[in-house]
């Protein structure tokens, strides 16, 4: 078990560049989470999906973001044409769901993006 | 929507000695789950403790627990103990049974002197 593992750990572009992040869940996860940090706050919950179909998407979200999974496995947030209103740290997490109840979710090192 | 508030934006405690940190939270279901996450300077976020609110008794783990209150929605954490290796953001969230995603609160700054 490798943890979560998040690439690359810091991205610094222009504004209106496009960027992508990916994401590497613990293995057999089946849930996987992306939540954005701003300095001096708490996460919010950005999306997350349960193997590759994307369940939830949080308003956060715009037009400009798109997530994927498309095996079920790892995991790619694309921001298009970026502001700077989105540098931020983007968080990733993965749990394993195994029925009801609520799962413990674990947490990668984040990738910070800053956008000039 | 679910909303988590901490009122304590920093803090700091000797080292061996207790301290608790504050957090209220609101919520209009009854299963809810609460947890206590550590996010060290630089580094990534991990579990502290978890609490089902259908449990009565509170969570326990180590030097760490938990004063649940949930008529006052409230969801305190205790440190005993302390240790400098404790220094870090503390962040209280909150998930519902479905949906799973994590509400978080602003974050408490703890800091542990020598």
């Known amino acids: 078990d490798t943890g979560v593992s998040q690439n690359p750990r810091h991205k610094i572009t222009k504004r209106g560049q496009n960027v992508t992040f990916r994401c590497d869940p613990i293995?057999?996860?089946?849930?996987l989470y992306w939540y954005r940090q701003t300095l001096g706050q708490g996460p919010e919950f950005l999306t997350y999906?349960?193997?590759?179909?994307?369940?939830?998407k949080s308003r956060l979200l715009s037009d400009r973001f798109s997530a994927e999974r498309p095996k079920g496995s790892f995991s790619t947030l694309e921001i298009q044409r970026t502001e700077q209103g989105d540098s931020a740290m983007y968080l990733c997490?993965?749990?394993?769901?195994?029925?009801?109840?609520?799962?413990?979710?674990?947490f990668g090192p984040g990738t910070r993006l800053t956008v000039l | 929507a679910q909303t988590v508030t901490q009122s304590q934006p920093e803090m700091s405690v000797q080292e061996a000695e207790t301290v608790t940190l504050s957090c209220t939270y609101d919520?209009?279901?009854?299963?809810?789950?609460l947890f206590w996450y550590k996010q060290p300077p630089s580094r990534q976020m991990i579990l502290v403790i978890r609490?089902?609110?259908?449990?009565?008794q509170n969570a326990t783990e180590n030097r760490f627990s938990v004063n649940f209150q949930k008529a006052a929605k409230s969801f305190s954490l205790k440190i005993s103990d302390s240790q400098l290796g404790d220094t870090a953001m503390y962040f209280c969230?909150?998930?519902?049974?479905?949906?799973?995603?994590?509400?978080f609160g602003g974050g408490t700054r703890l800091m542990v002197k020598p």
């Open positions: 997490a993965s749990s394993l769901r195994m029925g009801e109840g609520t799962d413990t979710q674990y």
């Open positions: 293995s057999e996860h089946n849930r």
């Open positions: 999906f349960q193997n590759e179909a994307q369940l939830e």
């Open positions: 919520t209009s279901e009854n299963n809810y789950y």
């Open positions: 609490q089902e609110a259908y449990k009565q």
């Open positions: 969230a909150l998930a519902l049974n479905a949906g799973n995603m994590l509400t």
